[in-house]
């Protein structure tokens, strides 16, 4: 079964971290561009971070850097994104999602392609930062 599967979400303090991950399966990550993506309520969907194995230098979106990491391990098909300092602005649904390395790239995955350019899509992990 083709699918990804997202987890680590949960509630934390502003301050707080958390790592979700996102393990795929029936497919490799190595041929595909990944991304973490996260909606707001009442918000568009924004693009966090997105690599991929080729990817030299991965795309995160400004008001994440210096906090977020994103990583993927290939010896277990899974990205990792690593969030320390969390504010409450960072609280969203969190999604991850995959797309064919030769249709797109890291950072046109997560500033310019839609939602149903995607080849796969997870079901989301929600991430509360409140105190």
């Known amino acids: 079964q083709v699918q990804l599967v997202e987890s680590g979400g949960g509630l934390v303090q502003p301050g707080g971290s958390l790592r979700l991950s996102c393990e795929a399966s029936g497919f490799t990550l190595d041929d595909y561009v990944i991304g973490w993506f996260r909606q707001a309520p009442g918000k568009e969907r924004e693009g966090v971070s997105c690599?991929?194995?080729?990817?030299?230098?991965?795309y995160y979106r400004n008001s994440v850097k210096g906090r977020f990491d994103i990583s993927i391990d290939n010896t277990k098909n899974t990205v990792s994104l690593q969030m320390n300092n969390l504010k409450p602005e960072d609280t969203a649904d969190y999604y991850c999602?995959?797309?064919?390395?030769?249709?797109?790239?890291?950072?046109?995955?997560?500033?310019?392609?839609?939602?149903?350019?995607?080849?796969?899509w997870g079901k989301g992990t929600l991430v509360t930062v409140s105190s």
């Open positions: 690599t991929s194995t080729r990817a030299f230098v991965p």
């Open positions: 999602a995959a797309r064919k390395r030769s249709a797109t790239t890291v950072r046109s995955m997560c500033t310019e392609d839609l939602a149903a350019d995607m080849d796969y």
